[in-house]
């Protein structure tokens, strides 16, 4: 069985696609499902016959999740500057 993501995956990663995939349960999701899902974000269109996505397409993936997480760390940023 796959391990489940959340105690092995940054807590920010999982943010970040909480934000980008509202259905995604990401205290269940394994981490082949989360790979799957960066893979999905660079391109990879999870047909039956497609195969395991290849390494080009998880990078572009892990690059757009990169993005959201520094923008989300950003924003938290500014919040805490605005209250604090």
Not at 42 to 47: P, Q, S, T, V
Not at 49 to 63: K, L, R
């Amino acid at each position: 069985m796959y391990a489940v993501a959340y105690n092995r995956i940054p807590h920010m990663w999982l943010n970040a696609m909480k934000h980008l995939k509202t259905w995604i349960q990401v205290t269940k999701i394994t981490v082949y499902e989360f790979f799957r899902e960066i893979a999905k974000l660079g391109g990879f269109l999870a047909r039956k016959s497609d195969g395991e996505p290849g390494w080009q397409t998880i990078w572009h993936g892990y690059q757009k999740l990169q993005l959201i997480v520094k923008g989300i760390e950003i924003g938290m940023k500014n919040r805490h500057q605005k209250h604090g």
